[in-house]
């Protein structure tokens, strides 16, 4: 397999997220720590979206991924100005570019998504399909979805490759607060999740309503919501705040560090994930990760997660909930059961593993990009410029008294390597003539030639115009260019252009 020079991953949502990283934010970093430690720190490059391109993330770095090397990305990136520049990275400049697809719930369940979300989820996949060399999916599920998105709207088909998501827990290191510490001395009730609607809190709070009016002499462990207040939850937090039946017995944690994180785990007696529909579902792999018992939602990915290790139940079934926690908690038992079941049968995935899918599937993707790149060929009236041609569709076109550069561009980068120039095209006139061109990258103000030579025209000239000599590269070369020029007018159509490499 080719070597890969390097490894540029994009931390843009990252360096702009100023809370305790959590869903893709923690994958976001965990799968560049694990990738840096498997492919080398040095060889992997961190950037950011900045000044209309992915750069190193020093502030005083303009250094930007040459090509030949690889772009992983898998962030928040749906909402950000870069998806329109995949093509054109992967495409003209060379890059092999990794995306990422989580779920497509703002296109399946618009309802459970803020703003005009549903609106540019699906332009952020089209852009996705376009310009990315492959696609990782963080479920079996996210992939069928994304799979027949792509059919469904008549997209190309490209690689794809299901990353299970790890669920080691970092290091139990940090500060724990007083409010944590305090629920550390009692059996809890633990969902972690963002509160927002799709997450479903909603059916957990109907269900102890019920349980405290129905059942008043149940001893209820305290119900602890972990993560930040998110999207079309007002009315929700307003019930939590104003129910007689629910006072004290909700609690709310916003600010949870992963060492106060691993404290709750520890000390919840049962974990719930009511949830409508998910990607994958971190928090369910992290609980059963700590051997704890588990009742989910039965949609989406989840029971790709938990298999036959967790209890599963409906989300539109608040009641069905309630007596699930009701009958644990007369009978013990249950969990005790589920506990030691998810102990003898959960195998826990980590991170490492992730990152070594994540690179392996970089790999395969660099190496068809690298088979498929060469030769490179162009058609003159879409993708090079002209002094004093025509754009005849795909052609260039040039007739008297016109002289000058007739063709140039079409500025693309390549990798280091050995490679040639092929000019295809016609002429009608009678009369012999010349044709001069060069082949040259760099600096567009005063590029370095590569290549150059002249071309003999007859009427019986139309297929080769020109090929050129070989060049070499022990570095990328940016900007390459084929520039054709006339000092005498000529009726001359420049067909194709192609670039090749040696090897191909």
Not at 155 to 181: F, H, Q, Y
Not at 220 to 235: A, E, N, S, T
Not at 429 to 456: H, N, Q, R
């Amino acid at each position: 397999m080719q070597q890969i020079p390097q490894i540029w991953f994009n931390l843009t949502s990252s360096h702009n997220w100023n809370r305790p990283p959590v869903g893709i934010i923690r994958v976001e970093q965990s799968i560049y720590k694990e990738i840096g430690q498997l492919f080398g720190s040095e060889r992997i490059i961190p950037c950011i979206w900045r000044d209309g391109a992915f750069r190193r993330v020093d502030n005083d770095s303009n250094e930007t991924p040459p090509p030949g090397s690889i772009l992983i990305t898998m962030g928040l990136d749906w909402d950000q100005p870069y998806k329109e520049t995949l093509f054109d990275l992967r495409k003209k400049h060379s890059v092999t570019v990794i995306a990422c697809c989580y779920d497509l719930i703002p296109v399946l369940f618009p309802q459970y998504c803020v703003g005009e979300v549903a609106a540019y989820f699906k332009e952020y996949f089209a852009a996705v399909n376009w310009g990315a060399s492959g696609v990782l999916c963080i479920s079996r599920n996210s992939e069928k979805d994304y799979l027949e998105l792509c059919r469904d709207s008549g997209w190309p088909s490209i690689p794809t490759c299901v990353m299970p998501l790890g669920d080691n827990l970092p290091a139990d290191k940090g500060e724990v607060t007083t409010e944590v510490r305090q629920l550390r001395s009692q059996p809890i009730i633990l969902f972690v999740s963002t509160i927002e609607r799709r997450k479903n809190h909603q059916c957990l709070v109907q269900a102890y309503h019920l349980l405290r009016r129905t059942r008043p002499d149940l001893k209820l462990p305290k119900l602890v919501f972990v993560g930040m207040p998110g999207w079309g939850v007002g009315d929700l937090l307003k019930d939590i705040e104003l129910d007689p039946l629910l006072k004290d017995h909700i609690v709310l944690l916003h600010h949870v560090s992963d060492a106060e994180l691993l404290a709750l785990y520890k000390v919840a007696m049962l974990c719930v994930y009511p949830s409508f529909y998910e990607g994958w579902g971190l928090p369910l792999g992290e609980a059963l990760a700590m051997g704890k018992p588990v009742f989910s939602s039965d949609a989406g990915s989840l029971p790709e997660v938990g298999g036959d290790l967790i209890r599963y139940l409906s989300p539109f079934n608040p009641s069905a909930w309630a007596e699930a926690i009701r009958e644990a908690l007369e009978n013990p038992a249950i969990l005790e059961q589920q506990a030691s079941r998810v102990a003898a049968g959960y195998r826990s995935r980590e991170w490492k593993d992730t990152a070594e899918v994540v690179l392996n599937f970089a790999k395969e993707c660099h190496a068809l990009d690298s088979a498929g790149r060469f030769p490179l060929v162009l058609n003159p009236g879409y993708d090079c410029s002209t002094g004093s041609s025509k754009h005849i569709g795909p052609f260039l076109s040039v007739a008297p008294p016109s002289v000058g550069y007739i063709l140039y561009g079409p500025f693309v980068s390549i990798p280091e390597g050995r490679y040639y120039i092929t000019v295809d095209g016609s002429t009608e006139d009678t009369a012999d003539g010349e044709v001069m061109f060069d082949v040259c990258a760099g600096d567009k103000e005063s590029p370095v030639i590569l290549a150059y030579g002249d071309a003999a025209l007859c009427s019986t000239t139309s297929s080769l115009l020109w090929r050129s000599e070989i060049f070499s590269s022990e570095t990328p070369l940016s900007n390459l260019q084929v520039r054709c020029s006339l000092k005498a007018p000529r009726n001359i159509t420049i067909h194709k252009v192609a670039i090749h490499s040696e090897s191909s």
